[in-house]
C-alpha cells in the first residue's frame, strides 16, 4: 500500500488511499499519510477528491487523545457498485456488490443443464432485474465480471446424452462478446473457480494466507492459486485447474479426473438414481442418515482423491494451506473436509509440508463475488500499468 510523492502519478496514489483504507478500515488521515508513506498534504488532497466523489465517507470524531481531535475516513458503500454474473453448469447467478464489497441484491436461475438458448436470454433478464433493484444507483456502476467454466461445452457426457448435444453449442459461441453486446457497461471475464479464489483473497482467508490452493465442490470440482498474495491465472487463465488432474482408476491404462471423482455430480447421480432429488446435495437435509447409502461412499472416494491431488500440489508448490469452499451443503463440506484430513494423514509425504487444510469463508456465492469483485479492482485498486504504459518512447501517467 505505498503511494509516490513524484509528480504524474494522481490516479494510483487515490487507488493506494482507497485500498489502505479496504484494508485498515475507517483511518484518520494522519495514520493513512504513515501508512502509504505519502505526504500529508497529498493526502489531504486525496481525500478532499474522494470525498467529493461520494468514495469516502467522514466518521465521527475520535476525542480524548493527545492534540486535536481526528476524524476516521472509511469507504463510502454507496459509492460505487459492480455486477457479478455466474454462468455455471446447474444455474445462472447476477449479484450487485457495493464499494466495500458486500453483497446487495442477488438473482438466480436453475436449469437441469446450460443450454445456450435458455441462458443468453436470462442474462438479460438478470441484469435487467438487478437495474431495476439498484434503480438510480445503477449510474454508479462501474462494470460487470462475468465468470464461467472456461470449457462450458466440456464434460457434457457426463450431465446426459441430451445435454451433451447442446452443450456442444458453447464451444462456438463467445460469450463475453454476447453479454458485452447487452451492456454499455465494461464487461470482464475469469474463470468460475479463478473468480471464486479472488473472492476468497480479498473477502476471505486470504487477507492472511499468502501461498494456497484454492477448491471449489460444486457440480465439478475446480480450483484458483494464490501465490505471494496475487492470483495466478497462467498463460491460459487455468491455472490451479485440479478437476482435470488425471488419477489412475480400473483398468490399466485406464484414467479418470478428478472432476469425474470428488464433483458434487456423483452424488447427485447416485441420488437421481434412487428417486431423490439430486438439489439435496446443496441442502442441510442432505447429513440426515437416511441419505448415508450415498453420501458415505462418494465422501469416502472424494476425500481419497482429494488428499492425492492435495499432496500432489504440494509437492510442487510448497503451499502455506489449501482452502475449501463449495456450493454444497454446509455440513457436507464440512464432512468431506474431515474425511480428506483424514485420508492425508495416510498419504505418504517424506520430503514434503503438507499444507493446512482451511474452511472457506465466502460460501456458494463465491464465483459470482468474484466476478462483481473484477470491474471494482480494475477501477479502484493500485495497478503499475496504469503509469508504466509506454508510447512511442513517452511514458503516460
Known sequence: MRGSNHNG??????????RAIRHAGAIPKADL???????????????NRLLEDGLLLKQDRIRGKIGQPSIPLSLNPDGAYSIGLQVGRRNL?????????????????????PSPAEVIPKIQEGLQTMQSALGEAWSRCVGIGLSAPLALHAWGDLMGPEASEVMAAWENLDLLQRVQDMTPLPVEFAKDTTAACVAELVQGRGRD????????????????LVLDGHIVNGPRGNAGAI??????HGQPHSTRQLLELASGWQLEQSLMAAGLDPLLVGQDEIMNSAYDSHTQ??????????????TSAAALLDLNAVIMDGSIAPGLLQALM??????????????????ELLAGRV???????GGALLPLHAQFFPDKDIFLKQDAGTLVT
Open 9 to 18: 502519478m494522481r490516479q494510483f496514489n487515490e487507488r493506494t488511499v482507497l
Open 33 to 47: 499519510a504513515r501508512l502509504t508513506q505519502l505526504s500529508t498534504q497529498t493526502v489531504s488532497i486525496i481525500v
Open 93 to 113: 447467478e447476477v449479484v450487485v456488490v457495493d464499494f466495500v464489497g458486500q453483497v446487495r441484491h442477488s438473482w438466480q436461475h436453475a436449469y437441469p443443464y
Open 209 to 224: 494466507v499468502p501461498h494456497f490452493l484454492y477448491v471449489f465442490v460444486g457440480t465439478f470440482i475446480g480450483g484458483g
Open 243 to 248: 478437476g482435470s488432474m488425471p488419477f489412475a
Open 297 to 310: 461412499p462418494w465422501l469416502a472416494q472424494a476425500a481419497n482423491r482429494l488428499a492425492l491431488a492435495i
Open 338 to 355: 474431515a474425511r480428506t484430513q483424514a485420508e492425508l494423514t495416510q498419504v505418504r509425504s517424506e520430503g514434503l509440508h503438507l499444507p
Open 363 to 369: 460460501g456458494s456465492m463465491a464465483r459470482a463475488l
